[in-house]
């Protein structure tokens, strides 16, 4: 069974310029997660769909960050305009949350440098 | 919210060597899980454990749920467990969870 898949691996950008992030979850998980992990520092969640729907988007900032889980599987996140503090990996994870089991699989990440 | 604590944070193993992680919670949570980030960035699941106890090979995990802590063992620990631990929580399977801010191992011949 294919993990998580997640493209590009890595990305070099200048600030102010557009980026965007592809997951592709597992097969059949009806959840999906977008992470921000700084450096030295646990994942910290964006964004969270369940289907097609972001139910839990409190922490994205809006401003510059968008999301869409089209047809509830594959997913895009978009930064515009890049900012320098947003050099970071930006991981995807998927789950299947079924009898209460909510077992994350992470995707490679994304690792972002902004010029 | 959920505030978690790891410790300890950092740890130096001779290989062969035993060890024991710890993760506190700050309010009681039914879905925790433990994941093991490779020096190349991959973070894998290793638990998802929101109370007793699981043993997956070397590794096995214990959550005392009524008292908000679960326990990560390595036994005879190998070079290749070398990276950093994290536990991670939320109030339920349903919620967002919350990750501590690791545990950095590394293990040396």
């Known amino acids: 069974e294919a993990g998580v898949v997640q493209s590009p691996r890595y990305k070099i950008i200048e600030k102010k310029q557009p980026v965007a992030f592809w997951c592709n979850p597992i097969?059949?998980?009806?959840?999906l997660y977008w992470y921000r992990q700084n450096l030295g520092q646990g994942p910290e969640l964006l964004i969270r769909?369940?289907?097609?729907?972001?139910?839990?988007d409190s922490q994205l900032p809006k401003d510059r960050f968008s999301a869409e889980r089209l047809k509830g599987v594959d997913s895009t996140l978009k930064i515009q305009p890049a900012e320098l503090g947003d050099s970071a990996v930006y991981l995807c994870?998927?789950?299947?949350?079924?009898?209460?089991?909510?077992?994350?699989?992470f995707g490679p990440g994304t690792r972002l440098l902004v010029l | 919210g959920i505030q978690v604590e790891q410790s300890p944070p950092d740890l130096i193993l001779q290989e062969g060597a035993n060890s024991t992680l710890r993760c506190n919670f700050s309010?009681?949570?039914?879905?925790l899980q433990w994941f093991h980030q490779n020096p190349w960035g991959q973070l894998i699941n290793l638990f998802y454990?929101?109370?007793g106890t699981k043993q997956n090979g070397r590794l096995s995990a214990t959550t005392v749920a009524t008292e908000r802590y679960s326990l990560l063992y390595i036994s005879s620990s190998q070079t290749t467990d070398s990276g950093v631990y994290f536990c991670?929580?939320?109030?339920?399977?349903?919620?967002?969870?919350?990750f501590g801010p690791g545990t950095s191992l590394s293990v040396i011949p």
């Open positions: 769909y369940e289907n097609e729907e972001a139910v839990d």
């Open positions: 097969s059949g998980h009806n959840t």
């Open positions: 309010d009681s949570v039914n879905n």
């Open positions: 991670a929580g939320g109030k339920t399977s349903y919620d967002k969870v919350i």
């Open positions: 994870a998927s789950s299947l949350i079924w009898a209460g089991d909510g077992t994350q699989y």
């Open positions: 454990i929101p109370s």
